[in-house]
């Protein structure tokens, strides 16, 4: 071979070498950006599945099976609970607050909350902790967004003294939608957006007197 000819050979291979090498770059930073995209939206759902179920619990109580919206015996109105479990949201509505009975030790008050990337849970007695991991998640929003349904009529023995439903309470079918927003710790150009809603299972009555403890008319 002369010298010409080794060194068209060597470039030739150079170019091939310089090729499967950007080629096995470029699989290379794809899987770690599939990985990544993975973890963070694994991490993302499991949270919000948390969040979820958790706000669904709002209001429920043990005493609930007992609530009455009729006069007891002696006239007075029936007890009532569910409106004082209501959820709470803040101004900004990046933090929710509500209880619920888990045990007769342990009534809440739970949450959620955002605090510098990072969601924070309220375990009753235990105060808030982190329910995402700052050095894989950066959660760079969230937010809570109460969603009121149509209410309907709560029935009752008998009509309002004017012959109507007009006085009858009234049951409020109470959702939250959560909406988050997260990037990888590592990587933020890997960014997820995650949206749900959480429907309260306990019902929330409402009174068409001013009194919280509207019973059906006597």
Do not use: H
């Amino acid at each position: 071979m002369s010298l010409v000819e080794l060194m068209v050979g060597v470039t030739i291979g150079l170019f091939i070498v310089a090729a499967a090498t950007l080629l096995v770059g470029n699989q290379l930073t794809d899987n770690r950006r599939l990985l990544l995209e993975t973890q963070l939206q694994q991490d993302m759902r499991a949270s919000m599945d948390i969040m979820t179920r958790q706000i669904r619990r709002a209001g429920l109580w043990e005493e609930n099976r007992s609530v009455s919206l009729l006069p007891t015996a002696s006239g007075q109105p029936g007890r009532f609970w569910a409106d004082e479990k209501l959820v709470n949201v803040n101004v900004a509505r990046d933090q929710i607050t509500f209880k619920f009975w888990l045990n007769p030790l342990d009534q809440g008050t739970w949450g959620f909350k955002l605090d510098n990337g990072r969601i924070k849970t309220s375990l009753s007695t235990g105060g808030w902790q982190d329910l995402t991991d700052s050095s894989t998640v950066k959660v760079t929003a969230l937010q809570f967004t109460p969603v009121i349904n149509d209410s309907e009529p709560i029935p009752c023995p008998k009509l309002c003294p004017d012959g109507t439903m007009s006085c009858w309470p009234r049951s409020t079918v109470r959702s939250y939608a959560v909406t988050m927003e997260a990037e990888a710790a590592s990587d933020p150009r890997v960014k997820r957006r995650m949206q749900a809603v959480a429907r309260v299972r306990n019902n929330l009555p409402v009174f068409n007197a001013n009194s919280d403890t509207q019973p059906c008319p006597p």
